[in-house]
């Protein structure tokens, strides 16, 4: 049973940073494309960044780009969300989500591409 679990989440003020990761059991990430969405009080999920399975390529919201990046670790499963420059408009909830692929370079950015998500970890910052 493939199971993502995030951590990391908090109540953090404008301008601060914050690490978010997804750890993923019953399945070696290596064979993985992952995601992260997130999702704010009243709006839909929306994609957030996204990473390879090989880890070469990334892709990401133009709202995040330059402040956030994905990295993944496969010797300990688990891939992160490095947040910097934090925003209140960045206050949601973080998913984490898998994707089952052969390619190692394809990006995938829909939420309809991903197999497998996390419970989501809770991210607030303050004005």
């Known amino acids: 049973q493939v199971q993502l679990v995030e951590s990391g989440g908090g109540l953090v003020q404008a301008g601060d940073s914050l690490r978010l990761s997804c750890t993923v059991s019953?399945?070696?990430?290596?064979?993985?494309?992952m995601g992260w969405f997130r999702q704010a009080p009243g709006k839909e999920r929306e994609f957030v960044a996204a990473?390879?399975?090989?880890?070469?390529?990334?892709d990401y919201a133009a709202s995040v780009k330059g402040r956030f990046t994905m990295f993944r670790d496969n010797a300990k499963n688990t891939v992160f969300l490095q947040m910097s420059s934090l925003k209140p408009e960045d206050t949601a909830v973080y998913y984490c989500?898998?994707?089952?692929?052969?390619?190692?370079?394809?990006?995938?950015?829909?939420?309809?591409?991903?197999?497998?998500w996390g419970q989501g970890t809770q991210v607030t910052v303050s004005a």
């Open positions: 989500a898998l994707k089952l692929v052969y390619s190692t370079t394809t990006i995938f950015t829909a939420m309809n591409d991903y197999d497998y």
């Open positions: 019953g399945r070696t990430l290596r064979n993985s494309g």
């Open positions: 990473v390879s399975r090989g880890g070469g390529s990334t």
